[in-house]
């Protein structure tokens, strides 16, 4: 384990302690960045920049392909969760439908941009790939929670029945 637990709680060490057994486990395997990152995701709840770092120093990755990785997968979060994710499907029927105006009204919406958080933690926007309902784009995404043929003027009645749940 590298110095930087030095300057990190016990719960914190240990979670690096776990990630480094990982990193053990699965160094030189094939797609073992993927299954690393996975893992640390699980530990620490997302993939913060320390960890991204601790992950590319240990592995013999450089941080900025670990964090290229860590960005190109929707199912990877570098923000901690927040309690409703909001994902907008740009796959390219969404995409071609308006689903870049729908990331626009949501970041009106919400002031905050792609892979952030409102300040309560309550929602945080996200880009996905295409969620299998084409016929119907575009989708939006909360949670597990599917909406289809989304305009940008729906987007507040639908962040409103995440509110004071
Ligand atoms: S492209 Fe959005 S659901 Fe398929």
């Known amino acids: 384990m590298s110095d930087v637990a030095k300057t990190l709680s016990v719960e914190e060490q240990?979670?690096?302690e776990k990630l480094s057994n990982v990193i053990d486990l699965y160094s030189g395997k094939e797609g073992c960045l993927i299954q690393v990152l996975h893992a640390a995701q699980e530990i620490f709840g997302y993939l913060p920049y320390e960890v991204q770092k601790y992950v590319a120093d240990n592995m013999g990755f450089s941080v900025s392909y670990v964090s290229s990785v860590s960005s190109f997968y929707s199912f990877f979060s570098t923000?901690?969760?927040t309690k409703h994710e909001v994902k907008v499907c740009l796959g390219t029927a969404c995409y071609v439908k308006g689903g870049k105006l729908l990331i626009e009204k949501l970041q009106e919406v919400l002031g905050i941009g792609v892979g952030e958080a409102?300040?309560?933690n309550l929602f945080s926007i996200h880009v996905t790939r295409c969620v299998g309902?084409?016929?119907l784009a575009p989708v939006v995404v909360v949670d597990e929670e599917?909406?289809?043929q989304v305009k940008p003027a729906d987007i507040p009645g639908i962040?409103?029945?995440y509110r004071g749940e």
């Open 146 to 148: 599917v909406f289809k």
């Open 79 to 81: 923000t901690p969760r």
């Open 159 to 161: 962040l409103d029945q």
């Open 14 to 16: 240990a979670n690096y």
């Open 118 to 120: 409102t300040p309560d």
């Open 133 to 135: 309902a084409c016929g």
